[in-house]
């Protein structure tokens, strides 16, 4: 089992910054994948980004793409999602998930049916 739970949500403007944080617990010692998705008010969830647990591979949906920043600290056992550039259109609950195992390839880690594990969720509100 693993725990996550996330941090550094909060209201911003549109332009501003924030830094997500990922706090993992439990079987920390396995190696996985670690996603960000989030949730906007009457709207599925969709993939943000993810890492892989080396931090040599990273992928971002289109609309993130050069504002965004995945990484991670194993050390620490802690990811992180900076977000620079906020639009209101940022706005959502940003959650981050962990996938266990072996690598399956950059897209299997789009889909949050492969993920495992999830945290609560971080409220990221941008106001215009």
């Known amino acids: 089992q693993v725990q996550l739970v996330e941090s550094g949500g909060g209201l911003v403007q549109a332009g501003g910054s924030l830094r997500l944080s990922c706090a993992a617990s439990g079987r920390t010692s396995s190696s996985y994948f670690m996603g960000w998705f989030r949730q906007a008010p009457g709207k599925e969830r969709e993939f943000v980004a993810h890492?892989?647990?080396?931090?040599?591979?990273?992928y971002y949906t289109d609309s993130v793409k050069g504002r965004f920043t995945i990484s991670r600290d194993n050390a620490k056992n802690t990811g992180y999602l900076i977000v620079n550039s906020l639009k209101p259109k940022d706005t959502a609950v940003y959650y981050c998930a962990a996938s266990m195992g072996y690598y399956r390839g950059s897209s299997y880690y789009t889909e949050e049916s492969h993920y495992d594990y999830w945290g609560q969720g971080t409220q990221v509100t941008v106001s215009s």
């Open positions: 890492i892989s647990w080396s931090g040599t591979i990273t």
